[in-house]
């Protein structure tokens, strides 16, 4: 499994775009918090490594993972952020409730994709174990809220540039 192989948040910084003006919203599930903020901690850290700036961040908890597209629904109407990065654990138990979760997670969050024209980045671990989700929340196989992170920013800034009016060259 390639996952066995290496730390999957490793990335080129210098291709990282700079993130000074970009507005984010982070929305993070309280259910399994001692992995849901160490996401959080790797992504926040990751945005200020890119020049974002504090005020600029705009953090919301929701109870789980399930409430992650209605969270990142209200910062967007509140805040007006360029990208929502949504950060949640969903760990398998007895049942397939995760299937439910993930599932739903993953459709309300494309859903705002379309129709809102911005970035919604998924940064929930999907995981069989306890520890799988450890070790994707700055363990062995690095912090998938550093690939939110990432991600939110090549995102938004992807959208700035095509906006961005054309320089003329000439006259
Ligand atoms: C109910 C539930 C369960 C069983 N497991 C998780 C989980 O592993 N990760 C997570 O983020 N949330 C879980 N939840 C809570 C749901 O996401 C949701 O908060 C409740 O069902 C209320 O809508």
Aim: net charge neutral; with cysteine; hydrophobic share 40%.
């Amino acid at each position: 499994m390639a996952s066995a192989l290496q730390n999957l948040s490793q990335y080129d910084a210098s291709t990282v775009p700079d993130a000074s003006e970009i507005i984010f919203g982070i929305v993070v599930a309280e259910w399994n918090a001692h992995i849901t903020h160490a996401l959080y901690e790797g992504c926040y850290e990751t945005l200020l490594k890119h020049g974002a700036r504090p005020e600029n961040i705009h953090t919301v908890q929701v109870p789980g993972s399930f409430e992650l597209p209605a969270g990142a629904r209200i910062v967007h109407g509140q805040k007006n952020p360029d990208a929502v990065i949504c950060l949640g654990c969903v760990i398998k138990g007895e049942t397939n409730h995760n299937e439910y979760i993930n599932q739903a997670v993953a459709h309300g969050l494309v859903n705002l994709s379309l129709a809102t024209g911005k970035a919604f980045i998924f940064g929930v671990l999907t995981t069989d174990t306890e520890q799988q989700a450890l070790d994707r929340a700055g363990g062995k196989h690095g912090n998938k809220g550093v690939e939110a992170a990432i991600a939110a920013i090549r995102m938004a800034a992807l959208k700035r540039d095509l906006s961005a009016p054309k320089k003329k060259i000439g006259f």
